[in-house]
């Protein structure tokens, strides 16, 4: 049984189940690898940084590798003929422009750098980029995870429209909010995923339902990690929390009314983790300390030994699907789905 710890070699012991896929917006491989411990082939990636992709490459040796915005993708007159009718197009369309900090609205539609070193681009357009790209590839399935802001407020709209494109393209579409905390990973991380059939496949609707036993920080929590600079006012505020703080904001909004260090979290032992985001920061509540790489190794369910290639690991884990979520997604993918289709 695949649990949060593991290692790239524990891939290969995996019998294979036959089927392919091809993954858009790849990052460090987080669904890549939850469908190789699946049992899936992944035979390609779509991936537009440039630095991200050596670090992916460091780690797996795709057959294909598109290294360039999916704009760019989408324009290819011809695919290698094993791309067509494959049997998953999977994909993590950026997604920060539907999360529920900040004025989200003030940005969609304007045209931004996601990180550094890419391309300027319009990111609530890259959804309709991918389906673009199930519309020339003709996936037997398609399944595409974004933040759960997506299926909240004025941002229903843009599902609906997403919705009615892949209907147009041919595929039925079902929306699942899904827990990863409930699934094996020790994070409370909510993602929507879209599972799309292909109409004329006659395939029955899916139904994704997970119980696993939650892990708390306290089953891999590390003996030492990095203190807290006692200069600092991280460490001034951490020294005035209380039970029941979720972070050093609810410190600091109640000792000086102000609104502000919100993204910084406290993780307590006997809690599950927060949603590892790339852009905040993560202190124990028993201990002034970081968390470490392995702790946020753990969090995310990254294999132990992978190659961040000197890259950010709380970056790259945290832009990236658990790969244990995607390991029982696509498990369920199989036996639901393809398996009838094989007959």
């Known amino acids: ?23 858009c917006f790849a990052c460090g491989g987080g669904s890549c690898m939850g469908y190789k411990l699946a049992g899936y082939e992944v035979i390609g990636i779509n991936e537009i940084d440039k630095a991200i992709n050596k670090m992916y490459l460091k780690n797996f040796s795709p057959k294909y590798n598109y290294n360039m915005p999916i704009q760019k993708l989408v324009k290819m007159k011809d695919f290698p003929t094993d791309l067509y ?32 070193g890419q391309e300027e681009q319009v990111l ?14 003709k996936p037997k399935i398609v399944v595409a995870e974004n933040v759960k802001g997506i299926i909240s407020g004025n941002a229903k709209g843009y599902v609906n429209k997403i919705i009615k494109e892949y209907d147009r393209i041919g595929y039925d579409v079902q929306l699942f909010c899904l827990n990863a905390a409930e699934m094996g990973v020790p994070q409370r991380r909510e993602r929507v995923f879209f599972v799309c059939r292909r109409k004329d496949l006659n395939l029955p609707k899916i139904k994704l339902e997970f119980h696993e036993k939650p892990i708390f920080y306290r089953e891999f929590a590390e003996p030492k990690s990095k203190p807290l600079n006692k200069e600092t006012q991280y460490y001034k505020l951490w020294l005035k929390r209380k039970p029941g703080d979720k972070d050093l904001g609810d410190i600091r909004k109640r000792i000086e009314n102000k609104q502000s260090n919100f993204s910084t ?13 790339s852009g905040s920061d ?12 392995m702790e946020f190794i753990h969090i995310q369910s ?6 961040f290639n000197g890259m950010d690991v709380k970056y790259v884990t945290g832009m990236s699907v658990p790969p244990l979520m995607m390991y029982r997604i696509s498990k369920e993918i199989q036996t639901q789905l393809l398996d009838k289709i094989k007959g």
């Open 282 to 293: 993560y202190i124990r509540f028993d201990r002034p300390e970081k968390l470490s790489d």
């Open 85 to 116: 009718d494959i049997d998953i197009l999977n994909g993590s369309p950026p997604c920060s422009t539907f999360s529920m900090a900040g004025k989200r609205e003030e940005k969609w539609g304007v045209k931004s750098y996601f990180r550094e």
């Open 1 to 23: 049984m695949v649990n949060y710890k593991w290692k790239l070699k524990d891939i290969n012991k995996v019998d294979k189940n036959g089927y392919k896929v091809f993954s």
């Open 124 to 137: 609530d357009d890259l959804f309709f980029y991918f389906i673009k790209l199930a519309e020339i590839l």
């Open 302 to 307: 990254f294999p132990e030994d992978y190659n």
């Open 265 to 277: 979290k406290l993780i307590y032992l006997n809690d599950i983790p927060n949603t590892l985001v």
